[in-house]
């Protein structure tokens, strides 16, 4: 391969030192959306981007824009980014890396004493996780309009309660510019693949055509609580025995429309969770994906009939709520080209990709050309903290995503 | 049924005005142990005895005894008692009703001016429902040395990490008597039932011949967490899926010995909890509980074999700990036949029954003669909000209780 004028080190040391931001000792990090971790982060590449030039724009949620300027101000933008927050044992790359690698392309036009005719912008969406406050791709999803400011300012921390908008204040990120008051010319966002596909057919770069459309329920099993010393087991309704029945379907259901199909319980709690009474109600979440809405929809059926079913025979009562959905995501034609020509030209090996993870990126889909650039990760391994990636593989990523925003700025 | 000289109304209302304490919305009661409503009970029932002329000795773990004294004071007292503590979504009745059915014998005894020979003593164990800081029985536990004075006093709270000493200290409630420095004359327990047998039968009395032998385990199991979007079903290690086939599991062997084996898995916790994040470990509890040691040992031999075959299946790793365990207990003799004999003068239709949950009554029962007596509880509910009992029940269980401890206690 050849024509690598971004500067892989530089890349590289610079995710490096951001994941010291929330580094754990396993070597993964844990950078909650609007922690203290999470402000240190965002700090960190806002005084990048100053010394690299930029001015810094921060919306009402949060999201921040660092913009290079054209030659003609007046164009919209082309943007990249990607996210700083993380899973509470998360990994060095997911979102760090698309945003320093947008960081790198502007280093690089600097280095190269570029002028673009569009302005060029670097954006760090907020909360894309959805770990801490969910649903995730808060942040772009309130960008588009797909979230009001005010569900959005009122959501609640999943396990202690504290309020966003609270925390956005208090870590200082409650910025003034209105939010979608932003014309995008293109949006691209690197990451990672967080699957196993790149790695297993020796492929440098994902060309991604496509995201899965998600659904996220969450589930509610009432049984009746009692002593688990006394209370004869024919006479129980034990709320987690039912769960741990609908977990089983949710996982069978998953396995029952291959190769693309995913389903996930990744968040359970159980009332009153004492170890001498039988639990008398459980809360859990459903997470569903697939490229295409039609079998999602019988993924869906799946799950609310077998639910349901597994509920009556154990005496208990189920409530399915549909929490979140968007549909299976086509990115812009013209975008994906580029992105697929860039790979090309640089010489790396590439092939066309679907995405199975949610990303900014599809929320943007919905108001700008999109595309996204996957380069592979350890294993498949992510959301989890020995996720990992090559220097090689980032310093790639980085270079189509250069070529790809260079063409779509200039002339 | 003739000859009830407790005062049944007199009792009512003590339960019930203790059962403000920590009352939730529901009409139930959450009071756990050493918290500051835990206090708040213990100070009245102190305040109550006191009234009553009883001299207060606190322990080394917080156990409190209300003495009576008797003609000779240098006889062992004849002792009754149980706990104040909740489970989180407990009861008016369980524990509660053992301390003030034992507080209206003496409130009898000296209504009636009686002079027992030896002392009588109301006792409240620390922490008998093992919620807060497990295993249960804490108190009593250590007042027969079972546990170690160190072992309890840095025994963590299972959600907050909060530990036992502080807590004891905090809530004032550290007291200066040596534990198992008190011989006992004999020890009778009054409880609800917490099952639905006497109810069903319609019998006032139950006569506690003897208890289960419980075993407690905790399992952790480890896969490998991974995002929950582009993992292909094939490839995870989901340690929740594991978790619930061996939750499932240990609900099949629970029914594979009826009537009288439970199997019960009250507390779990999974890791990360991301809803979009594959569980990479999970941690739950298990309680078996039977009355025969032979079959619990063939419980604890089905449950280590088909959760490591669940292991292996699901890709995962498994460790299965011993946390506590004692022997199924027969009470003495010669307690279970006062008992009865008390049931039977009094006029009340009783039967013999084994003990389903574990009691302080249980380690007791290994340095004192024991013996217990249950009353019904409606729909043989307990450890749920909604757990009751009739006063007429209350009062007859008392009368019962009270006929027991004068025939010990006198001549």
Redesign the interface.
Same mark, same amino acid.
């Given at each position: 391969m050849q024509n690598l004028v971004v500067n892989g080190d530089r890349l590289w040391e610079s995710i490096m030192e951001l994941a010291r931001i929330g580094a754990t000792e396993k070597g993964g990090v844990c950078r909650l959306a609007l922690s203290d971790l999470d402000r240190q982060g965002r700090d960190l590449f806002i005084r990048w981007c100053k010394e690299a030039g930029c001015t810094i724009t921060i919306d009402r949620v949060g999201n921040i824009f660092a913009r290079r300027p054209g030659k003609d101000d007046s164009l919209p933008p082309i943007m990249t980014g990607s996210h700083l927050d993380s899973? *509470? @044992?998360g990994g060095r790359f997911?979102g760090a890396y698309g945003v320093l690698a947008g960081l790198e392309v502007i280093r690089t036009m600097n280095d190269m004493e570029i002028e673009t005719d569009a302005p060029v912008e670097v954006v760090v969406w907020t909360n894309e996780?959805?770990?801490r406050f969910?649903?995730?791709m808060m942040g772009s999803g309130a960008f588009i309009g797909e979230f009001s400011l005010d569900d959005v300012m009122n959501k609640k921390d999943n396990v202690t309660g504290e309020v966003f908008g609270d925390e956005l204040k208090r870590i200082g990120y409650d910025g003034d510019a209105w939010l979608g008051d932003r014309p995008i010319g293109a949006y691209f966002e690197a990451h990672i693949?967080?699957?196993?596909i790149l790695e297993d057919e020796e492929k440098t770069i994902g060309v991604v055509i496509a995201a899965?459309g998600?659904r996220?329920y969450e589930v509610t099993v009432t049984g009746?609580?009692?002593?688990?010393? *006394? @209370?004869?087991?024919?006479?129980r309704k034990?709320a987690?025995?039912a769960?741990?029945?609908m977990?089983?379907a949710v996982?069978q259901i998953?396995?029952r429309y291959?190769?693309y199909?995913?389903?996930?319980?990744?968040?359970?709690?159980?009332?009153?969770?004492?170890?001498?009474?039988?639990?008398?109600s459980v809360f859990f979440?459903i997470?569903l994906?697939h490229p295409e809405d039609e079998i999602l929809t019988r993924m869906n059926d799946d799950v609310r009939d077998e639910c349901t079913r597994i509920a009556e025979d154990a005496g208990c009562i189920v409530d399915i709520r549909d929490f979140w959905e968007f549909p299976a995501t086509l990115f812009d034609e013209s975008c994906v080209l580029v992105v697929r020509e860039a790979a090309k030209q640089s010489g790396y090996s590439w092939r066309d990709i679907t995405?199975?993870?949610?990303h900014d990126a599809v929320y943007v889909a919905r108001v700008a050309p999109t595309g996204m650039i996957f380069i592979p990760c350890e294993d498949?391994?992510?959301?989890?903290?020995t996720e990992n990636a090559t220097p090689e593989d980032c310093a790639a990523g980085a270079q189509v995503l250069f070529m790809a925003m260079l063409d779509r700025s200039t002339g």
């Open positions: 899973q *509470p @044992t997911d996780e959805g770990s969910s649903p995730a693949e967080q699957g196993p899965n998600q996220w009746q609580e009692a002593h688990a010393g *006394p @209370t004869p087991m024919p006479l034990d987690l025995v769960a741990s029945r977990i089983q996982h998953g396995h291959p190769p199909a995913c389903a996930t319980v990744g968040f359970i709690e159980s009332s009153p969770n004492s170890r001498n009474t039988i639990p008398g979440t997470d994906r995405s199975g993870a949610g498949g391994i992510s959301h989890n903290e």
